[in-house]
Each structure stands twice: as structure tokens, then as C-alpha cells.
């Protein structure tokens, strides 16, 4: 869903790629459990969004008709902000202390305490045999798709519409 729905029953927010900062990631994750009911917040990512975002940052912006060119030194420091950010938010994802806490911890909440035992990395493992074999299929189909697919199509041939997929897929 996109983040400027304010619904009051969101249960899951889910990240595909790293967001640029600790703030809008606690601002997006938010969104989930306003109703008061549990919700989960996933956050997948891998070093190619990193780069990407860092590739965004040092970037050159695009001037505006009509402005004055952007000064070099508050570009400079505004890129090295950005990096900061970035660095701080991979921290996060990379770490392997309760995220909740860790979240709290960063801005300075005096409530902060590990571990919450429902966060990813405090929470057991709560898949079983079945599940798990649930989840390997799923990753052999993407792999055996070449990799090629949107999380669209994904989600499609997860639930069953195999229309456009190679007949070598569809027949699994």
C-alpha cells in the first residue's frame, strides 16, 4: 500500500528495499498496529539497494528554472547528511540486538528494553518443518524463473495464476 494511506487497520508494512534513513522507516512501520491489534514490520534488502540510494545521494540535483545554482558547500553537506542517515539505517537493519529496542534506543526513548521477544531477531523461530519447506519452494520457483519476475508476477504465480509463465514453471 502506499505510505500516505492513513488507515487505521494496517497489520503488516513491508520494505523491498532499505530506506534512506532511521526516521522515515519509524515513521513508515508506524503505519502498523494504530488499531491497537499486532502488526509486523518486515524490512527486505540487499547491498544493491545501498548502492543505489548512494548513487542517488551523490547525484548531482537537477537545478530549477528560475533558482540560483545550488551552493557547493550545502550540497556537500547535505550529501554527507544523507550518508550519515544511510549508514545509520544499515546499522539498524544489520544489527543483530532487538530491532525494537534498538529503534527506541535511537531516539532516546527511556522505555527501550531487550529483548521484547516479538521482534525478529528475540522472537524463536516460529516456523515449523511444513513452513519452512513452504518457503524453500517458494525461493526454488523464483530461482527457477530466472529471477526475472516482479514481486507482481510473484505474488500471481504464488497464488496459482501460472498464465505467463514458461510452461516448464506452469506445469510445477
Not at 544493491?48 to 551552493?71: C, T, W
Not at 516479538?118 to 527457477?144: F, H, M, Q, S, Y
Request: a positive charge; one cysteine or more.
Amino acid at each position: 500500500f502506499g505510505m500516505g494511506i492513513d488507515r487505521p487497520d494496517v497489520e503488516a508494512v513491508v520494505h523491498y528495499a532499505i530506506p534512506g534513513s532511521v526516521e522515515a522507516y519509524y515513521q513508515e512501520i508506524g503505519r502498523a498496529g494504530r488499531d491497537g491489534r499486532p502488526a509486523t514490520a518486515t524490512l527486505l534488502w540487499d547491498q544493491a539497494d545501498v548502492e543505489i540510494r548512494r548513487f542517488l545521494i551523490d547525484s548531482p540535483r537537477r537545478e530549477k528554472p528560475g533558482r540560483p545554482p545550488p551552493d557547493p558547500a550545502e550540497s556537500a553537506r547535505r550529501k554527507e547528511l544523507e550518508h550519515r542517515k544511510l549508514d545509520r539505517m544499515i546499522a539498524y537493519a544489520r544489527t543483530p540486538a532487538c530491532l525494537r529496542a534498538t529503534i527506541l534506543e535511537y531516539f532516546g526513548d527511556p522505555s527501550a528494553r531487550q529483548p521484547c521477544g516479538a521482534c525478529g531477531n528475540c522472537a524463536p523461530n516460529t516456523l515449523d518443518a511444513r513452513d519452512r519447506e513452504v518457503v524453500r519452494l517458494i525461493l526454488r520457483g523464483i530461482v527457477e524463473a530466472g529471477e526475472r519476475y516482479g514481486r507482481r508476477r510473484i505474488v500471481a504465480m504464488l497464488a496459482g495464476d501460472t498464465a505467463d509463465l514458461p510452461p516448464s514453471l506452469a506445469a510445477k
